[in-house]
Nanobody, 114 residues
């Protein structure tokens, strides 16, 4: 069982930046894709960004131009660089390899104040 542990969340003012990290206990290089998801209270979980094994990225419309997903296979770590944060970005952020292993981290809280 590969464990995923997120870190880097916190409280930041609107317009600020954070970098989230997701450290895996095993190799992530062979995974088809990994992604970052978020869930705010009372809302559905939503995909924020994803990156394929080949390095192809996908972003939700609401973060395009502001967030960047990346992966460091040598460090077994997934990253999410978040710039120009907005209050509506406030949520619990999770990293995951949902298929086929259904691996999920415990989440890291991001709170953006106005």
């Amino acid at each position: 069982q590969v464990q995923l542990v997120e870190s880097g969340g916190g409280l930041v003012q609107a317009g600020g930046s954070l970098r989230l990290s997701c450290a895996a206990s095993g190799s992530i290089s062979s995974l088809t894709a990994m992604g970052w998801y978020r869930q705010a209270p009372g809302k559905e979980r939503e995909l924020v960004a994803a990156i394929s094994r080949g390095g192809i990225t996908h972003y939700a419309d609401f973060v395009k131009g502001r967030f960047t997903i990346s992966r460091d296979n040598a460090k077994n770590t997934l990253y999410l660089q978040m710039n120009n944060l907005k209050p509506e970005d406030t949520a619990m952020y999770y990293c995951a390899a949902p298929t086929p292993y259904n691996w999920w981290g415990q989440g890291t809280q991001v709170t953006v104040s106005s």
